[in-house]
């Protein structure tokens, strides 16, 4: 969700912040904001506004300490006087979650004479600190803290106390970072590399302050908590594409991703997990959007080899149906991120029934990290766009690996599909060659009010992520459906022109995905095939057909995804929208 920075610099913080806001526009790009203290003349200049970061960008303003925001909004529309920073007195304050009591504090705050300038649940905090306040700084903020029920994490500026930041951090992410001309908290470890050298994540509870040149965590009395700073990798930092979108730049990055990724799984010692995997006699997998799509494709390929049932939850259901979840069961949490609000809960109420959680994250030092047993950390690198491309392709990767690991614990083999992830890297290269035949499709369909994607069996996941993909960002309705169920319902809708598409990778069933191509099409539909199976292919009636480079079958979906990737893209800029930054939604949701 929105992004918060603090930086403090003694050659001045006005760049800094803004390169980091750039970097952290993609959890958020309603509107932004910035506030610097200056030390020397004591002023709190606030510049905020509607619209992305480059709408703040302007004259530099003098100053050794700041704070930043981008806003992706939770509680009243976008517009000047909701941006962050919000001010009060002698504060500021930028942040990054839900304040669930807000309004009963703001019942309060007004009883009290307070005049609310937004209509914003965060703007309570800054007010509720100048209430409390008596002349120590982190005192307020702390105080102010113990009032706040929901998710917080928050940088505060105090005109008293030039080159000083409070920050507190609950159920939002917030760390640390340092180099050796400057400071900083985020709530972003990628926006970091690159800026800070090493790094510290915060814990719920904790408090991070910036004062005196030195960063300090501590406790709600300021009691200091010592913490360790890792060095932060560079591979984490993004550049900004010479042309083109991130997301076309990320789907291209795909075979190296792949590659990377599985180098990676290679050097992982997966024994440290044995016993649990070993003994367990169900899993389950919980994951939120794209990353839910990659864990019921770690369920099909669990369920068919090692024949172990694995309970796939989306984690905003999970945390509030009361699983079943107890001691003896592996929890597989699937995140790109690692700080998705609902797959970090359903991690947490995993471990307090005693499960051991395995994490398949993209960020190493992540809060989902920091909790699960055992990590699995991809090496896809830092994904910018908000639709997740390269990250989904290394999840099923991970998962595969994972799977076939679950796989040797039982059967102390491998199983036959293990030896053909290495091919998985260049396969994902030839699925470039789909690339013109998706930009002719993408043409075709960029009218349509609404489409379906079908598959069978594994096919019915890719099917899935390829229909999210198109709403994301091209907002055209669309439905991923089992093919077999088509006569069920979803036929219903079918009209002359209307685009349905098939992944048929499963030659035992690539008939039956003929027959409802067929069915579609006396209705008028316009049928497109993706098949590896050059006979199906020829022998198929589809309109249009698209062959797809060939690996082994229980690993098709890693690339089968691959045009339809590219497609919500192309389908996207043909619509004339931004890829990079679909309306409503953000890259990390780190709120419920
Ligand atoms: C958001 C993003 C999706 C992503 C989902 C889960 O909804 O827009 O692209 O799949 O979060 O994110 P995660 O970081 O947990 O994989």
């Known amino acids: 969700m929105c992004g918060i920075i603090g930086c403090f610099k003694k050659e ?20 932004a904001g910035i506030a610097v203290l200056s030390s020397g003349r004591k002023t709190l200049t606030v510049r905020k506004r ?30 000047d006087r909701n941006a962050h920073p919000h001010v009060c007195g002698k504060f500021a304050l930028v942040h ?74 609950y159920k939002s992410p917030l760390v640390a970072g340092a180099s050796d001309d400057a400071l900083y908290v985020c709530s972003d470890i990628p926006a970091l590399c690159g800026e800070a050298e090493y790094i510290c994540t915060a814990n719920d509870g904790e408090f991070i302050r910036i004062k005196d040149s030195k960063i300090v965590f501590c406790d709600e ?80 390929a669990v369920e068919r080899d090692s024949k172990i049932p694995v309970l796939c939850h989306t984690a905003s259901e999970f945390r509030y149906r009361k699983p079943l979840v107890c001691q003896g069961d592996v929890v597989v949490a699937v995140s790109q991120s690692g700080e998705t609000a609902d797959t970090l809960e359903a991690v947490r109420l995993a471990k307090n029934c005693g499960a051991y959680v395995i994490a398949v994250t993209n960020i190493e030092h992540s809060s ?19 639709a997740a491309t390269k990250s989904y392709n290394c999840q099923l990767l991970c998962l595969y690996y994972l799977a076939a690991q679950l796989y040797f614990y039982k059967n102390a083999q491998m199983p036959a599909y293990y030896s053909q992830l290495c091919l998985l890297p260049e396969a994902a290269r030839a699925a470039f060659d789909t690339f013109i035949p998706m930009r002719i499709l993408a043409e075709k369909c960029k009218s349509a009010r609404g489409m379906y994607f079908l598959g069978r069996d594994r096919d019915v996941r890719t099917a899935a992520e390829g229909a999210l993909k198109v709403k994301e960002i091209a907002y055209v309705f669309a439905e991923g459906y089992a093919a077999g169920e088509l006569k069920h319902g979803t036929i219903a809708l079918i009209e002359e022109g209307f685009p349905v598409i098939m992944i048929a990778t499963n030659s035992a069933l690539t008939g039956k995905c003929e027959n409802a191509l067929e069915e579609v099409r006396a209705r008028g539909a316009y049928t497109v095939l993706f098949t590896q199976d050059e006979g199906a292919m020829s022998k198929s009636c589809a309109d249009f057909k698209c062959l797809l480079p060939s690996v082994c079958e229980e690993l098709m ?19 004339g929208y931004d890829p990079d930054k679909p309306r409503n939604l953000a890259k990390s949701v780190t709120v419920e």
């Open 368 to 386: 989902i990290t920091g909790l699960a047993d055992f990590s699995i950390v991809m090496r896809a690198g830092p994904e910018i766009a908000v």
């Open 557 to 575: 979906p890693v690339i089968s995804v691959i045009p339809l990737q590219y497609f919500a893209c192309r389908m996207c800029i043909e619509r």
């Open 96 to 169: 990054n979650g839900i304040i669930e009591n807000y309004l009963s504090l703001k019942e309060e705050l007004v009883r009290g004479g307070a005049e609310v300038a937004s209509d914003t649940d965060s703007e309570v905090i800054v007010r509720l600190i100048e209430k409390v306040y008596t002349g120590d700084f982190f005192a307020a903020v702390a105080a102010a803290c113990k009032r706040l029920q929901g998710s917080y994490a928050i940088a505060v500026l105090c005109k008293d106390a030039p080159g000083e930041i409070v920050c507190a951090k």
């Open 50 to 79: 509607k619209g992305g970061v480059s709408g703040i960008e302007g004259r530099r303003i003098a100053g050794e300490t700041g704070i930043g925001h981008t806003r992706w909004a939770t509680h009243g529309a976008p517009s």
């Open 12 to 31: 001045g913080c006005y760049d800094t912040l803004l390169t980091l806001l750039h970097r952290l526009e993609y959890r958020g790009y309603d509107s």
């Open 221 to 300: 009395d300021g009691a200091e908590i010592s913490k360790v700073f890792e060095r932060v990798s560079p591979v984490l930092r993004a550049e900004k594409p010479q042309q083109g979108s991130f997301m076309e730049q990320e789907i291209r990055e795909i075979p190296r991703a792949l590659a990377e990724t599985y180098v990676g799984l290679k050097g992982l010692d997966f024994a440290v997990c044995a016993r649990e995997l070993r003994q367990t006699k169900r899993l389950f997998a919980v994951a939120c959007g794209t990353a839910y799509h990659a864990a019921l494709a770690f369920k099909d």
